[in-house]
């Protein structure tokens, strides 16, 4: 089993920048084994895959968010984090980390979720 625990501000304002980082516990965020990703879900809409990070530090966008995503890892402290900028309130939503075996938003294990509102 993977755990995984997502951490970072509930508010946001608008033009700045959301970071989350998913700490991973249980297995290292080096195995090839799976894929980690972000995906977020927005009030009242369906899950949206934002990007994912490979055990060996490939990284994966989403077209539409790729000019705004930025996701790294810090392998020492087994976590790897969301950076999102120039936020609005259209990425009012609650993000989540997930483990897969590919780049999508499809999971095997899922932390519990964390909500981001975009707000001045």
């Known amino acids: 089993q993977v755990q995984l625990q997502e951490s970072g501000p509930g508010l946001v304002k608008p033009s700045q920048t959301l970071s989350l980082t998913c700490t991973v516990s249980d297995v290292s965020i080096r195995t090839d084994y799976y894929y980690w990703n972000w995906i977020r879900q927005p009030p009242g809409k369906g899950l949206e895959w934002m990007g994912a990070?490979?055990?060996?530090?490939?990284?994966y966008y989403s077209p539409s968010l790729k000019r705004r995503t930025s996701i790294f890892r810090d392998t020492s402290r087994n976590q790897f984090t969301l950076q999102l900028s120039s936020v609005t309130p259209e990425d009012t939503a609650v993000y989540y980390c997930?483990?897969?075996?590919?780049?999508?938003?499809?999971?095997?294990?899922r932390g519990q979720g964390t909500q981001v509102t975009v707000s001045s």
């Open positions: 990070i490979t055990g060996s530090g490939n990284t």
């Open positions: 997930t483990a897969g075996f590919g780049a999508s938003s499809d999971y095997l294990w």
